[in-house]
Nanobody, 115 residues
Framework: QVQLVESGGGLVQPGGSLRLSCAAS????????MSWYRQGPGKERALVAR???????FYADSVKGRFTISRDNAKNTVDLQMNSLKPEDTAVYYC?????????WGQGTQVTVSS
């Protein structure tokens, strides 16, 4: 079956960095657009960054210049490097894989930015 497993979340101070990773199995990974979403307290889930099968990138305005998404098709992983973290980045971060009508989600990993 399809599995998306996130890792790398945790507690970090403002200005710090974290690297999230998502390991995919059960899909032909290289065909899928891979994304990171987040859902903060009392907020709706929102797109943070996306990298499609051709490597085209998208970032939400709130993370441009601070976050970097990358993928390794040989390892079936997609990473999110998060720098200069702010308290408002606190959220559960979810990995997402999409190909036409196939839409898969990970279980999420908590990121807390606090002093």
């Amino acid at each position: 079956q399809v599995q998306l497993v996130e890792s790398g979340g945790g507690l970090v101070q403002p200005g710090g960095s974290l690297r999230l990773s998502c390991a995919a199995s059960g899909i032909t990974f290289s065909y899928y657009a891979m994304s990171w979403y987040r859902q903060g307290p009392g907020k709706e889930r929102a797109l943070v960054a996306r990298i499609d099968s051709e490597g085209t990138l998208f970032y939400a305005d709130s993370v441009k210049g601070r976050f970097t998404i990358s993928r390794d098709n040989a390892k079936n992983t997609v990473d999110l490097q998060m720098n200069s973290l702010k308290p408002e980045d606190t959220a559960v971060y979810y990995c997402n894989a999409v190909l036409v009508f196939n839409d898969f989600w990970g279980q999420g990993t908590q990121v807390t930015v606090s002093s």
